[in-house]
């Protein structure tokens, strides 16, 4: 068991990984291609197109890494008035929903993988499905940590960092 939770967090701390390395690159590209225009009248050709590549790479790989640390959308006001009975009821809900959205990015993001693969990025020529390969392996890193939670796990790696809206809304201190 110790074995296969090891696999599982090197697994997740690469993804984690990788999407900051691509937010990262993404940050330097953009700053060199704006030095590069401003200064000399020149634009790597290769540059918007990359740019977008890791835009779309690291919002998707963000939106996983989202559901992992629970910060999807929550409507706390409401909820605060149920039981917690009917609380643990909907968070399972949601958990399982949120699978549900993991499966379909796996399914319909390799779909439209395959089916992009023949086509080229203009710039680069890379094939176009390097664009999309990141919605089916989103949907299996969402389907895994949704089913961690529903499990009962605590997929957060980042405690701590947690912001109280009361607080931040002036409300109570």
Known sequence: MEALRKIALAIDTLFESIALLGLTSMILIVI?????RKLFNFVF???????????????FMGMA?????DLHLGVDSFTAFLPDMVNRVLDKIIGLS???FGVYLIVYGWEFTVM????????????NSVLY???????VMTCAYSALQVAG??????KGNEVEMSGAMGGEE
């Open 98 to 100: 949120i699978f549900a």
């Open 45 to 59: 050709f290769w540059s918007e197109e990359m740019t977008l590549l890791l835009l779309v790479w690291f919002a």
């Open 116 to 127: 992009m693969h023949e086509s080229t990025l203009a710039a680069t020529k890379l094939p």
């Open 32 to 36: 060199t291609q704006v030095m590069t």
């Open 153 to 158: 796990f605590d997929t957060k790696r980042h």
């Open 133 to 139: 390969v990141v919605m089916p392996v989103t949907g």
């Open 65 to 69: 890494i989202g559901f992992r640390e």
